[in-house]
């Protein structure tokens, strides 16, 4: 179980894009991929909200917590976290993700899209990842193991994330009311002490902390720093503990919901007092990545 410690004035060091304001050269560059670029960064420590009094007595559930801030957190026991190495394991392990997300959302179908694991190892090397063309089909993501994603991002802005529910569901998305895509998040091992997940609320955001950028496998969100940003942890989050993130929603806030939620990984200041230090390691984690309808 996570230690008891004094929460008061958290901070943490977050990785942030320049604005373009800021930035040297023509920005317009970032929105055609080239391997090996990426825009320049910098690193800023701002006030952080430990979410753990929320997890452990909040009256609210995960779909009005998606539908306000655009993520989620919620106790949830996996049986086949150890069971993920092999085949068979990721099978379960991701149908178990689908059923979460439908219980949630009181969606028609769920879909899993992919999933990979991400460690907080320097001297991990990233392995190639090919682009993407349709759902993974018999993967084991601790083959594929990721650095964390250090810098503060969306996955996916609105016309890559509508483009990718129609590929994880092969077929036309014109015939579902509504789509969604999110994640899943939630660490292999804990309590986790370094490189924690942490969450903006989106409408703490203004339109010039927005950026876009181009990856191999569409465009996303970069973001900005700005002092009115309001940022979030689950402090030694264990792995029955998970995080849901929304990365996209084809309804694009009609009902008022939030469009998405910004994430990265944070390097939070004082994070391992109060655990011991056999328990202190590596940050490791899995995120599955699901598509949600509505018929």
């Known amino acids: ?39 320049p960064l910098e690193k800023i420590r ?14 609210v559930g ?5 539908k306000k801030r655009g993520y989620g957190i919620m106790k949830h026991h996996s049986p086949y976290l150890g069971e993920i190495p092999s085949a068979e394991g990721t099978e379960k392990y991701l149908r178990e993700c689908e059923g979460i997300l439908q219980s949630v959302l009181q969606c028609d179908k769920v879909i899993a899209w992919n999933s990979v694991c991400r460690k907080n190892d320097p001297n991990e090397k990233e392995k190639k990842v090919e682009k993407q063309k349709g759902p993974e089909k018999g993967f084991i993501p601790t083959e594929r193991v990721q650095p964390i994603a250090g810098v503060a991002h969306v996955d996916q802005n609105a016309e890559w994330g509508y483009e990718l529910c129609g590929k994880a569901a092969e077929e036309d998305m014109s015939k579902y009311s509504r789509c969604q895509i999110v994640n899943i998040w939630r660490p292999l091992h804990g309590p986790v002490t370094n490189a924690p997940l942490a969450m903006v609320d989106p409408t703490t955001l203004r339109p010039e ?41 084809s309804d694009q806030g009609k009902n008022g919901e939030v469009l998405w939620c910004g994430h990265v990984a944070v390097q939070v200041d004082g994070d391992a007092e109060g655990i011991p230090e056999e328990l202190v390691r590596n940050r490791e984690s899995i995120e599955v990545r699901l598509v949600a309808l509505w018929e």
């Open 1 to 39: 179980m996570p230690a008891p410690s004094s929460t008061d004035h958290l901070t943490a060091v977050i990785g942030f894009t320049l604005p373009p304001n800021r930035m040297d050269h023509d920005p317009s560059i970032y929105l055609k991929w080239e391997p090996g670029r990426s825009k």
């Open 46 to 59: 701002v006030p952080i909200t430990d979410l753990r009094p929320e997890l452990e007595s909040s009256t």
């Open 209 to 249: 902390d927005i950026g876009t950028h181009a990856s191999q496998y569409g465009f996303g969100h970069d973001l900005h720093h700005s002092p009115n940003q309001e940022w979030a942890y689950i402090r030694h989050q264990m792995p029955d503990e998970i995080i849901l993130l929304k990365c996209y929603d």
């Open 62 to 66: 995960p779909l009005d917590q998606l």
